[in-house]
């Protein structure tokens, strides 16, 4: 399992006294309010402390305690700000962590092998898997219980019911 999560990545600065424009890569936005602090890139033995949260449309306009100017945030543009899982939210029943579901072997109510969940597209109403076959072939397959009645982290296997035409 994944012990770090990416929770957002600085794409841009804001301003001149060291904010940095961040893309969330959470479907709770919000969350940033919630962290104390994050790591950012591959140095995970600094905790960045948040000094302050705002939004901007679809952005979270991020000030870090220490980065004070434009130039530091430039520095660190495109690096990608993570918590440990222990930080993450807490999940409801039937819910799971993308990054725990990339990868997983998936298989039809029937035991034929289609191929691993590859990515998976948030659209508000329901989440849709990417599953990608051995011969590179996508199959869209809608996140909703009917289609795919079980999903088991530990086995690291997900049990799909398509219907016709779906992964023909």
């Known amino acids: 399992m994944v012990k770090y999560f990416k929770v957002g990545q600085i794409v841009n600065t804001q301003g001149l006294k060291g904010e940095m424009r961040v893309y969330p890569l959470t479907d709770y936005k919000e969350r940033f309010e919630e962290l104390d602090w994050v790591y950012i890139g591959d140095d995970l033995d600094t905790k ?51 990054a725990d579901l990339i990868g997983i072997k998936v298989y039809t109510v029937k035991g034929d092998y289609i191929g691993v969940l590859d990515d998976v597209i948030q659209t508000g109403a329901n989440d849709v898997y990417i599953i990608k ?16 009645p079980e999903i088991n982290i530990e086995e690291k296997k997900i049990i799909i019911d398509p219907i016709k035409g779906m992964i023909d």
Not at 79 to 91: H, Q, S
Not at 133 to 148: D, M, S, T, Y
């Open 133 to 148: 076959n051995e011969e590179g072939k996508e199959f869209l397959i809608p996140a909703v219980k009917q289609i795919v």
């Open 48 to 98: 960045y402390e948040i000094e302050k949260v705002r939004y901007k449309n679809n952005l979270v306009i991020l000030k870090i305690k220490g980065i004070d100017n434009i130039n530091e945030v430039e520095k660190i543009r495109n690096e990608y700000l993570k918590i440990p899982r222990e930080n993450a939210r807490k999940l409801e029943e039937d819910e799971y962590f993308i």
